[in-house]
Nanobody
Framework: QVQLVESGGGLVQAGGSLRLSCAAS????????MGWFRQAPGKEREFVVG????????YYADSVKGRFTISRDNAKNTVNLQMNSLKPEDTAVYYC????????????WGQGTQVTVSS
């Protein structure tokens, strides 16, 4: 099992940047496909970005492509999300999530961190 704890959320003006971090416990972190999701008020949770176990491949939602960058450090059990050129529509609770090898959905979730972008 793995436990995930996000940090780095906050309030930022449109056009600004934030860096989210997700710290994972457990010795199997490097075997997990990791992702970030977000949920805005009144909306369903949506996929933002994913990264493969070795960090070589990444997948971005069209809405964040070119502005957000995901990275991971398996030695430190962390996955980060650098968010640039933030827009008010990026306002949401952001969740870190992990998916076990062979699983069809994400098994493990953090508690979420609030990101608010003011116009």
């Amino acid at each position: 099992q793995v436990q995930l704890v996000e940090s780095g959320g906050g309030l930022v003006q449109a056009g600004g940047s934030l860096r989210l971090s997700c710290a994972a416990s457990g010795r199997t972190f490097s075997s997990y496909y990791m992702g970030w999701f977000r949920q805005a008020p009144g909306k369903e949770r949506e996929f933002v970005v994913g990264i493969t176990r070795n960090g070589v491949s990444t997948y971005y939602a069209d809405s964040v492509k070119g502005r957000f960058t995901i990275s991971r450090d398996n030695a430190k059990n962390t996955v980060n999300l650098q968010m640039n050129s933030l827009k008010p529509e990026d306002t949401a609770v952001y969740y870190c999530a992990g998916r076990q090898p062979g699983a069809s959905r994400f098994d493990y979730w953090g508690q979420g961190t609030q990101v608010t972008v003011s116009s």
